[in-house]
């Protein structure tokens, strides 16, 4: 019995034919490629083409690159794969690219372009390499273009706007650096048409960057827009005082409120929406800073305490009025309550004298001509003066009746019992007005 070592040498012998041949070795070219460049070649499952890029990074300087690609040949059961290896991320995707959209519908994009996440480097300038390979399993040779290009203006300038065009096989991202002085920004974007609806977001400095129309909402804040649309952030929010501005065109306009024009006859069938593109304006500008807002929170509450200030002001004032008329009032009543040398009362103008109940002739030219209902000056309330109170007999004939007069009195209780009502004649002749002044009782008041 021979041993296991000595059948290794012989195994190739006792295999059939075509089992020692194994399948034919897939050829890699390797080709040194330049920025700006357009190559047009071909691969198929036996030919791997890759291609070397290099540029220089400065650690001051942020530059976006950008990989775009067309395949020529119709490639719908055996897409071409293209990866691209950087330094600190792998980026791949097919074309055709297929994107699924409401109820599983797929859509179809032949030309796709996407923006390659920049590492960060902590030297003053380096120089990085990264790969692009093409590759597929078709048997047969799969056309295609591919250009490796700069992004001009990549990095956003604050109250800088910018135009660009997207589709939703060609998004769009941009860098933002918070400058000093600036701790939150407002992000706006707009567009002259409505549809195609796109997306709006912004994620953190990290690779990779999720821009496509079914992972961009896995990370960070995204809005959808038709025509306007604006998102705050913080600098504190993001610990490298940076973010991107993804923009996404969706591959249906549903989310915005737009119809559902495509209707595939097969469900497995992908649409090709043919130029699916919009055109977008977005700028950066400072938000209101957080001064700003105490200063308006402390410019309202000055105002409101002003008001708050002028009507204590207006209270004090009027309570100060208040003490002077009352005090005024007590000397008024001081001086009427003054008995004469004879048992009357003397009035406040001096001059005549009155016994309660009777009656004190005097005719100011004032009260000539004047009414005939009898008053006084009241504030807080009404006197009902009794019936039996008439005025004297050598005042007038035709006597009125005095109930309900208004007198002066105080607010806080009755302080006398006895109180001047002043009266005039309704029928006293015009050169026989006279004014009467009447010590009366308070019986009562009434609202």
């Known amino acids: 019995m021979l041993r296991a070592p000595l059948l290794l040498p012989l195994l190739p012998l006792l295999l059939p034919a075509g089992a020692a041949a194994g399948p034919a070795e897939k050829r890699v070219v390797q080709k040194e490629a330049a920025f700006e460049q357009l190559y047009g070649d071909a691969v198929n499952e036996q030919l791997l083409n890759i291609y070397a890029f290099n540029h220089s990074v ?37 074309v055709p690219l297929i994107l699924r959209g409401l109820f599983q519908r797929k859509y179809r994009y032949q030309d796709v372009s996407r923006t390659l996440c920049q590492p960060p480097t902590k030297s003053e300038v380096e120089t990085q390499f990264f790969f692009v390979d093409v590759s597929t399993l078709s048997a047969t040779n799969a056309s295609y273009q591919l250009r490796v290009s700069r992004v001009e203006n990549f990095v956003l300038r604050t109250g800088e706007p910018f135009t660009f065009n997207a589709t939703a096989a060609q998004p769009q991202y941009f860098k933002y650096e918070f400058p000093e002085g600036v701790d939150s920004a407002i992000i706006k974007v707009t567009s002259s048409t409505a549809f195609p609806c796109s997306v709006i977001s912004v994620q953190d400095i990290l690779c990779p960057v999720y821009d496509l129309d079914n992972n961009v909402a896995f990370i960070g804040t995204y809005q959808t827009m038709t025509k306007k649309a604006a998102i ?32 595939p006859f097969s469900k497995d069938e992908p649409v090709d929406q043919g130029n699916r593109q919009k055109t977008l304006n977005v700028v950066v500008t400072p938000a209101v800073s957080s001064e700003a807002y105490v200063d308006g929170i402390l410019f309202c509450l000055g105002v409101f305490l002003s008001f708050y200030i002028l009507t204590v002001l207006i209270a004090c004032w009027e309570n100060w009025r208040r003490q002077k008329r009352r005090q005024r009032q007590l000397q008024f009543l001081s001086a009427v309550d003054t008995p004469c040398s004879d048992g009357g009362v003397r009035g406040r103008r001096g001059g005549g004298r009155l016994r309660p109940g009777g009656g004190l002739s005097s005719c100011p030219s004032s009260a000539r001509g004047g009414s005939c ?75």
């Open 58 to 94: 400065s650690r001051n300087r942020t530059e976006g690159v950008r990989v775009s690609v067309n395949v020529l040949s119709e490639q719908k059961e055996r897409p071409v794969l293209f990866v691209v290896r950087q330094k600190e991320a792998v980026v791949s995707f097919q």
């Open 232 to 263: 705050t952030v913080q600098k504190k929010d993001f610990p490298s005082h940076s973010f991107y501005v993804v923009v996404v065109v969706k591959t249906e306009d549903e989310a915005c409120g737009g119809p559902l024009h495509y209707y």
């Open 373 to 447: 209902r009898p008053f006084a000056e009241s504030r807080w309330g009404v006197a009902r003066v009794p019936a039996e109170a008439q005025l004297g007999s050598d005042s007038c004939r035709d006597q009125p009746s005095v109930a309900g007069a208004p007198v002066l009195n105080q607010p806080h209780g009755q302080l006398h019992n006895s109180w001047w009502v002043r009266t005039t004649c309704r029928k006293c002749g015009p050169r026989a007005a006279r004014t009467q002044l009447l010590v009366v009782h308070v019986t009562g008041w009434h609202a």
